[in-house]
Every structure is written in structure tokens, then in C-alpha cells.
């Protein structure tokens, strides 16, 4: 009993001294810590409409087929649905091996063990894990995901020359757009890399948001720019959140910057080619969105609200973007956090606890196989 009270004590202080220090803290320099008026700037410029170059003629060229998921971890071909994250190369010498210092490779990992492996978080229907990477990600890491458990799959670059954002690991994130052409599986719900779960997401793709919806037709938003939209699309997922909310949030109290703007790091969708096809499109007209949050302004200009395949909204109790102890208290099953460096840093402990369990847990599996390798066996 005394535990229980101690810990009533304790959080709450923890919260408010967290709060005090985020108040009177100076401004840090990382994109994050403006985000929320870059998101109100953002979302206030849009309403006025989306500029675009004069037409032009629509590409029909691009081809876009399933991808090859040969190479790796062989998924359960009977799977309907799918987990996945995207990883690009950085600028590490790919013969170095120790990964320590790359966080997000590091948190690709902590995810395969979540969704694979840990018996609290693991997919109950063993629903796999697919890591979508670019090409310079080297071979070491990804052998390193297969042995994980995780389904490696490398997608060709997908990018226009003038989306150009100032956030260097950005660059390439256009690519994460190519799980599109996995259309071998219903569903796919995806997970930004610095994710962490704290229970089960298998219940996400029964979720009433994913359903399949019919795509309007008000001559209003078509353009004739813009390839054709597919007949229906499933696309769901969760508001941008305020740095600072309440749990459970609530546009009346004002935690999100803007309700109606998607936070591209966590959401479920349907593949498909058309609709890749129709974002390839999309990314032809310069301007058509803002590229300061790239593939994530160019969901929420695709799927708007007053468009005709507006995202649907899961509840936050699936995922929160800037998670605090109060939210994890709450029960949201992922966190979308940086684990190295959490915004609200009484989290900190609990973030690490996952990449030390992961290490443990691999590093005893392999043990475990090289002892089995090298034991004769009584005949």
C-alpha cells in the first residue's frame, strides 16, 4: 500500500516539475520543438486553397507493380494484414558495425521485438513485420532485421526535385509511400520507426476506421493535373498532437494544433497502385503542398477532409505523438517518441527499459543458436 502511495506522490510531482522545466527551458534548435506553429502556419496557409503550376499532362508511365518480398523473412502467405516502418541509409560506413549511435536503426529493432516477440506487445495473430528500406542501407542491417524476424523489403526511390525539406533524415522519406504497391496484403497499418508499444495493436485492423470507403466524386476537388481516383480507399489514422495535452485529448481543450491535420506517423491503409499512381501525380505539380513535412503534407492535401478521400480518425488510445506519463497511465497502446530523447523526459526510463530488453533478448537468442550449432549431436 505504501508503494502505491508513493507512486500517487510521485508522478504528479514529476509531471508538474517536467511542465515547469519545458516553460522556462530555452528554445532548442531541433524541427519538434516548433512543430506546432509550423503546423498552425501550415494548416492556416492551406485554407485559402493549393497553388499549382499551370496543368500539365498527366504521367501514366510510372508502372506501379507489388514489390518483390523474396529477399528475408518469408511472410505467412496467407496474411491479410501487415505491420510496417520505413528505414533509410545514413551516412555511417556501412562496414561499421556498431549501431549504437543509430537511434533509428536501433528503434526498427526495438519494434521487431514488440510486434514479433515480447509476450505484452506481440501480435496475437503473428501478423509479420515488414521494414521497408532504401537502397543504402547496408546488407549487415538488414541480415540483422531478418534474424529479427522482420520481412525486409528494399523500394526504389520516390521523389520530385522540388520537395526539399530542411531536416536531413527527411530526405528520402517520400519512399515510405511505396508500401502502397504491397497489394498482396487488405491492410497495412504503418508505425514510424520511433514507436513504442505498450500493448497489442492487432485489434487496429477491426477498427470501424479502416473499413473500405467509397471515394466521392465533387467535380470540385478533381483536377485535371492529377491522375484518377480509385473507386475506394481505406485510409485512417490520428491528429497531429500538441507538446503539451491532456489525456484522453480533446479538440475542446485544445491538444491538437489542428484536428483536422494528420500526424503521418502512425496509420492504417489499403495498398494500392491506383492511389500510388494518383500520389506520383500529385508530387508532379510543384507547390500542390507544403514540403516542410513532406510525405505528411502530401497525405493530408490527398486525403483532406473537404476532398473526396478524406482520412478517417482512429482514437488516440491506439497512438499519441509527444506522449507523457499521463497518456502511458492512460493506456494508449504506442507512444510515437524518440526513445533517446523523449520531449517529456520523465518517460525516459520507461523508453530505455524497451531497448535493453530487445538487446537482452536477442543477444540471448543468438547465444542460444550458436551453442545449439556447435553441440554434437548424440547419434
Known amino acids: 500500500m505504501a508503494l502505491f502511495r508513493s507512486k500517487a506522490v510521485v508522478i504528479p510531482i514529476a509531471i508538474i516539475i517536467s511542465l515547469c522545466l519545458f516553460a522556462f527551458a530555452p ?46 523473412h518469408k511472410p505467412d502467405p496467407e496474411a491479410k494484414y501487415a505491420f510496417a516502418t520505413f528505414l533509410a541509409g545514413t551516412t555511417q560506413d556501412p562496414s561499421d558495425t556498431d549501431w549504437n549511435h543509430d537511434h533509428y536503426f536501433l528503434a526498427t529493432r526495438i519494434l521487431a521485438y514488440q510486434l514479433l516477440h515480447c509476450p505484452e506487445t506481440r501480435s496475437k495473430s503473428n501478423i509479420p513485420f515488414i521494414v521497408l528500406v532504401t537502397r543504402d542501407v547496408p546488407e549487415a542491417k538488414r541480415a540483422r532485421l531478418k534474424k529479427d524476424g522482420a520481412t525486409v523489403v528494399e523500394a526504389e526511390y520516390f521523389h520530385e526535385d522540388w520537395i526539399v525539406t530542411e531536416t536531413s533524415t527527411w530526405q528520402d522519406v517520400m519512399t515510405k509511400l511505396r508500401l502502397w504497391e504491397l497489394t498482396q496484403y487488405e491492410r497495412i497499418a504503418f508505425l514510424d520507426g520511433d514507436t513504442i508499444l505498450t500493448r497489442p495493436l492487432d485489434g487496429l485492423f477491426d477498427d470501424p476506421a479502416v473499413r473500405l470507403m467509397d471515394t466521392g466524386n465533387e467535380t470540385a476537388h478533381i483536377r485535371d493535373d492529377e491522375d484518377p481516383l480509385p473507386p475506394a480507399y481505406s485510409f485512417a489514422g490520428v491528429p497531429e498532437m500538441k507538446r503539451v495535452h491532456g489525456y484522453p485529448p480533446t479538440d475542446a481543450n485544445h491538444d491538437y494544433p489542428n484536428i483536422n491535420y494528420l500526424n503521418a506517423g502512425f496509420f492504417v491503409f489499403r495498398p494500392s497502385a491506383d492511389i500510388l499512381a494518383y500520389y506520383a501525380s500529385v508530387m508532379k505539380v510543384p507547390n500542390r503542398f507544403n514540403p516542410m513535412f513532406p510525405e505528411q503534407n ?23 505523438h509527444y506522449p507523457t506519463v499521463e497518456d502511458l497511465l492512460g493506456g494508449v497502446a504506442s507512444l510515437h517518441e524518440k526513445w533517446w530523447a523523449p520531449v517529456h523526459d520523465e518517460l525516459r526510463p520507461f523508453m530505455d527499459s524497451w531497448r535493453w530488453r530487445m538487446e537482452g533478448f536477442f543477444e540471448a537468442r543468438d547465444a542460444a543458436e550458436k551453442t545449439r550449432a556447435t553441440t554434437p549431436t548424440s547419434s
Request: charged content about 25%; aromatic content about 8%.
Open 27 to 72: 528554445l532548442p534548435t531541433r524541427i519538434d520543438d516548433g512543430r506546432d506553429q509550423l503546423i498552425q502556419h501550415i494548416t492556416d496557409s492551406a485554407k485559402g486553397g493549393y497553388t499549382a503550376d499551370p496543368p500539365k499532362e498527366p504521367d501514366h508511365t510510372a508502372g506501379f507493380g507489388p514489390l518483390d518480398t523474396t529477399g528475408g
Open 298 to 320: 502530401l497525405l493530408n492535401y490527398a486525403h483532406r477532409r473537404e476532398g473526396n478521400m478524406p482520412w478517417t480518425m482512429l482514437g488516440n488510445e491506439w497512438n499519441i
